[in-house]
């Protein structure tokens, strides 16, 4: 009996410590201790097994596809043979593919936790699994959806004739708002990718097949606008890029059937797509870049200069070329441009962090500007304002240093000597031929060149060279206007003879001896601070002067005007670096 017992204690403590030591095993196992125990043959098979069980998933999503894509053909064939009405083969076709779109929702719903067990087994591998083919599993919906619905709606315009262009482009309107929907509710980027590469085709197919731009541009544009607050909300951030690029080129495309003649719309609807386009996108970036606080990307400049080329100066082509709506379209945009310089320095400039988007609104309101005033206002009532805005903008540079107006100020000094003719004049004074006349100086250019050395004349407050270039192209601009001024004034008083019928040996003289003196000029002017830039534009005019001795004066000059001319020129070789030295 006591052998019977303790035999019975000894197999009791064996199986205890046989549990003991299995629940050791299972602990490490499941920890991934360093002493964990090798998991079962069936364990190791488990991740090859779930891949393929995947691929057998994959190969079943393609079947259902084949089997979804039947069935369309046969809602297609009961069309054709009339055993269903055309406008309920139709109607049921689309219906068809909208109910695809509902799978897809309910394929991307959030999966549910994995079932847990205790030992890691099959089916918490086939419940992780299910997870990840989730996606997939939407994603084959949403073809199945867009190989449907798109071609069933070009079909029905173009074949059957039963919708038209309007009702094609609102059908396609609502249909990828849908598909949307469920991209944005289910954060399905794939399903997004595959309703954008279907529509874009669609429509540039309908448009070559119909011959009909405006609805299917709108439809665009909506589509271009949908995708950029995608990319906002949701950072989908590429694919607003092909859709950008198709809705600008249509756009553009539209514009051209004005120069060719072939009218399928009225100048109204061309202009109000033009219009949508750009107040679409802008009104966009505005609010992201303004409202939200948000630094302009490199999209939204691409995309700022593509809307104004193909919305802004499109609807300028088109207004010009049927006489109507200019100055109502020049007016909106000049208060648009003055909109935003007054943003830029009313919000943005007092934001940290924001430099870009002050850059970017008061380059965007520069050259709405200057387009609008040019459909508005004449040549001189354009140089003037010009002038103006040149003479605010280097003082409003100095004020709140800010280097992007002093480049604002360049440009509008440019601008008004390229309108007023005085550049041009000064060119024709400087390397114009004497046997030809001469453009002549009018009052406008006289201003502009008063205006250039006024702008000069500012003192920077910015002592950076970068933040100099500005005035070094004011100082550029001045002295060409000046010296061909100077050249212009003296060649009648020295010939007798302007421009066309002088001897081209004293005009060749009068042109040395005012490089000579601007030269002198831009050595004296340099002991002054504020008149830096004439140490950079010095040099140059020394050497353009000596090149031009030799290619204009030597072949084109006599004695007597040669000895004036190197006496003059070799007098500002030794002046002009010595005044220089003088200042350092």
Not at 39 to 60: Q, W
Not at 268 to 287: E, F, K, P, T
Not at 513 to 541: C, D, I, N
Request: hydrophobic letters at 55%; a positive charge; charged letters at 15%.
């Amino acid at each position: 009996m006591d052998d019977r017992l303790s035999r019975l204690e000894s197999t009791v403590r064996r199986l205890e410590e046989r549990l003991a030591s299995l629940e050791r095993e299972r602990g490490a196992y499941v920890a991934g201790a360093p002493g964990a125990v090798e998991p079962p043959a069936d364990e190791e098979e488990a991740a090859p097994r779930l891949a393929r069980d995947e691929f057998v998933t994959i190969l079943s999503y393609i079947g259902r596809t084949l089997v979804a894509l039947g069935g369309a053909y046969l809602l297609r064939a009961l069309t054709d043979s009339a055993i269903l009405p055309q406008a309920a083969g139709i109607a049921l076709g689309l219906a068809y593919a909208l109910s695809w779109l509902v799978f897809a929702d309910r394929a991307g719903a959030p999966a549910r936790a994995p079932v847990a067990s205790g030992f890691p087994g099959r089916r918490s591998a086939v419940r992780e699994g299910g997870s990840r083919t989730a996606p997939v599993n939407a994603a084959f919906h949403g073809i199945v959806f867009a190989i449907i619905a798109f071609p069933l709606l070009w079909e029905a315009t173009v074949k059957f004739k039963f919708l038209g262009p309007e009702a094609t482009a609102l059908a396609l309107t609502l249909v990828t708002a849908v598909a949307f929907g469920v991209a944005i509710h289910r954060r399905l980027q794939a399903l997004a990718w595959i309703v954008v590469g279907a529509a874009l085709p669609i429509s540039l197919a309908l448009i070559a097949s119909t011959a009909v731009v405006v609805p299917f541009a709108v439809f665009l544009v909506l589509l271009g606008v949908a995708t950029l607050w995608l990319g906002y909300a949701l950072h989908w951030v590429w694919l607003r890029w092909p859709v950008a690029l198709i809705a600008d080129v249509v756009v553009y495309a539209l514009t051209l059937r004005v120069s060719n003649g072939a009218w399928a719309e009225s100048p109204l609807r061309v202009l109000g797509v033009q219009m949508l386009l750009l107040n679409g996108y802008l009104a966009s970036i505005v609010v992201r870049t303004l409202f939200r606080a948000r630094d302009v990307i490199g999209f939204e400049i691409v995309q700022t200069i593509a809307v104004l080329a193909a919305g802004f100066g499109g609807a300028v082509y088109v207004a010009q070329s049927t006489g109507s709506g200019v100055a109502t379209l020049a007016l909106i945009n000049l208060a648009f441009g003055a909109g935003c310089y007054a943003v830029a320095f009313a919000f943005i400039a007092r934001r940290q962090g924001l430099r870009r988007n002050f850059h970017f609104y008061t380059a965007l309101g520069l050259i709405l500007i200057l387009v609008s005033s040019r459909l508005l206002l004449g040549d001189a009532a354009l140089s003037a304002a010009c002038a103006a805005l040149a003479l605010v903008s280097t003082w409003g540079a100095r004020r709140v240093d800010r280097v992007s107006l002093a480049i604002h100020g360049a440009i509008y000094v440019i601008v008004a000597g390229a309108v007023s003719g005085l550049l041009t004049s000064a060119g024709y004074a400087l390397i114009g031929s004497a046997a030809s006349a001469w453009s002549p100086f009018t009052t406008s250019a006289l201003i502009v060149l008063v205006t250039s050395a006024v702008c000069w004349a500012l003192p920077s407050a910015d002592g950076r060279p970068y933040a100099r270039l500005p005035r070094l192209v004011v100082a550029i601009v001045f002295v060409w206007s000046a010296g061909g001024s100077l050249v212009a004034l003296l060649t009648p008083v020295v010939s007798g003879v302007p421009g066309a019928g002088a001897d081209a040996g004293v005009v060749a003289t009068v042109r040395t001896t005012v490089l000579a003196g601007a030269a002198v000029f831009l050595a004296w002017t340099t002991r002054y601070q504020r008149f830096r830039e004439s140490a950079w534009l010095l040099y140059p005019v020394l050497v353009i002067g000596g090149l031009k001795l030799l290619a204009e004066d030597l072949p084109r000059s006599r004695p007597a005007t040669l000895f004036i001319a190197f006496a003059l020129y070799g007098g500002a070789l030794i002046a002009a670096p010595r005044l220089v030295n003088r200042r350092a």
